[in-house]
């Protein structure tokens, strides 16, 4: 693998260069982007995930009380969502959505703080779902938390669907459950489209998300990495920033004179 020279002030400069010399980028955000909101990265070591053991699929739907520790854990607040606020590398990631600098921003993250800071829903790909809200498993109908959270504290268990008896939970895709197909094809199309690939946050390990990158490289696109750590896709990115996430991109897109109207 390449090494890569010390991040200088040139970095956040060759940025802004790039954004600036695209005319259709896409964003892909992973859990460093929201770590600076105070939300644990559930997969890093020490994180809560190597403390507490992630609940299957499988098991959620066999075993009620499987379910009640998920719906526990969800309404004791363990995935410290609850009142987290988007923060600045959120907002700049916005700001380049609604210039129409950026067509979509693809996220592993299920905490909502890209449609919070002002992404509209339509160009927010979620490809682990959503975790501020649940849903019906078999006719998709949303349900909002703090209802269900109501049933739990009075009868101890989540009501089954209104509408189809079916089973309720989170929006997340969780471990063991498929990736979302219109969700795939949604980020695959947007990545096929694009001229400029940024990652932000992302350790790129976890597979299909992780294949999103070398698909850009492969048509053609720029590629920009902006995590704290290096990743395993360094070695293919035309820029690679280990810094800040939400200090860097403000500055960049300063620079890049890309401001909000
Ligand atoms: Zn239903």
Known sequence: MRKRPPLTVS?????????????????????????????????S???????????QFQDFIADPKIRHESWRRKFD???????????????AVAKLVNNKKVSHVITQNVDNLHQKSG???NQVIELH????????????QVYELSLLEFAFRKY?????????????????????????EWEMLL????TIDCDLFIVIGSSLLVYPAAGFPLQAKQQGAKLVILNR???????????????????VLSKSILKSGTVCN
């Open 156 to 180: 101890g268990e989540v009501p089954d669907c209104e509408h189809c008896d079916g089973m309720l939970k989170t929006a997340t895709i969780s471990f063991g459950q498929s990736m979302p």
């Open 229 to 247: 750590e290096p990743t395993e896709m360094d070695c293919y990115a035309d820029l690679v920033i280990h810094d800040e996430i939400g200090s």
């Open 45 to 55: 070591p020490g994180g809560v995930w190597s403390k507490m053991k992630p609940i």
């Open 119 to 121: 992404v509209p829903n």
């Open 77 to 91: 607040r363990l995935d410290g969502l609850a009142n987290a606020l988007p923060n600045s590398g959120h907002f």
């Open 129 to 140: 779902g959503n975790a501020t809200y649940a849903k019906c498993l078999d006719c998709g």
């Open 187 to 190: 980020a695959e199309q947007a």
């Open 11 to 43: 970095s956040n400069t060759e940025f802004a260069k790039l954004i600036t010399h695209s005319s259709q980028a896409v964003i892909f955000t992973g859990a460093g982007i929201s770590t600076e909101s105070g939300i644990p990265d559930f997969r």
